[in-house]
């Protein structure tokens, strides 16, 4: 049987919010948001939670993105 591929839930200063297999590394200008599962997981996670995400991934840069309203 084949392993789910797992995901993190990432974000970059200008508020975008993505996913990623945690296999992948980190790329400049994006970090990791602190959520981990599977793709579904992730979606939903990102669905419940965008301002917070976007608040925190913001935090991390050092200031908030110019559109942080979601």
Not at 18 to 28: C, E, G, K, T
Not at 32 to 61: P, S, W, Y
Request: proline fraction near 3%; aromatic fraction near 8%; charged fraction near 20%.
């Amino acid at each position: 049987m084949a392993t789910e591929v797992r995901y993190r839930v990432v974000g970059n200063q200008y508020g975008h919010i993505s996913i990623w297999p945690v296999s992948r590394a980190d790329v400049l200008g994006w970090v990791d948001a602190g959520f981990a599962g599977t793709k579904q997981e992730c979606l939903d996670h990102i669905d419940q939670h965008v301002g917070e995400l976007v608040a925190r991934v913001a935090t991390m840069f050092g200031a908030l993105p110019a559109d942080h309203s979601r």
